[in-house]
């Protein structure tokens, strides 16, 4: 089974009281956060991430994205696809991505703002919205059965 976890990164790996900045002087990210992270993911056999941030415009090589990467692979996470997305319609870019990648099995959404995900009830089940990753809560009232148990798994490892 494979399992997706689609990624933003501000709101979710940091919070306005971060202290970490990146190479450009932005916010940075939290090592215990991405801690959290990977040790949720990790409970699956087979999982990727997919960035839907919009850390997923930078390029390859600029130093910011460099830097994510570096701090997802200190605990050995890597980032598997992004999402395309035209402004802010975030939950349609993930239903494209599920679209074009049918070996998805389930999936989670972490983000700190809800976007167009209620447009969609599939993501608007799974979607996990954060102020911080360890202050994670449902978005919908009825939660699919992989939110609960991912939900479980970031308050075990917070
Ligand atoms: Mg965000």
Not at 35 to 64: H, P, Q, R
């Amino acid at each position: 089974m494979l399992f997706a976890v689609f990624l933003d990164v501000d709101g979710v790996l940091n919070t306005k009281t971060t202290c970490q900045h990146t190479p450009d002087g932005y916010t940075g990210i939290d090592d215990a956060r991405v801690k959290i992270l990977a040790n949720a993911i990790k409970m699956y056999d087979c999982y990727e991430v997919i960035l839907t941030s919009d850390w997923k415009e930078m390029g390859e090589y600029d130093d910011d994205y460099l830097y994510l990467l570096e701090k997802l692979d200190l605990y050995g996470l890597d980032i598997a696809g992004k999402t395309k997305d035209q402004g802010n319609n975030r939950g349609e870019g993930i239903i494209n991505y599920l679209k074009a990648h049918p070996e998805i099995d389930d999936y989670v959404i972490l983000d700190d703002h809800k976007f167009d995900f209620m447009n969609y009830t599939g993501l608007w089940e799974r979607l996990l919205v954060t102020d911080g990753i360890e202050r994670a809560e449902f978005a919908s009232r009825t939660p699919e059965v992989e939110a609960m148990v991912f939900m479980d798994y970031i308050k075990r490892f917070s």
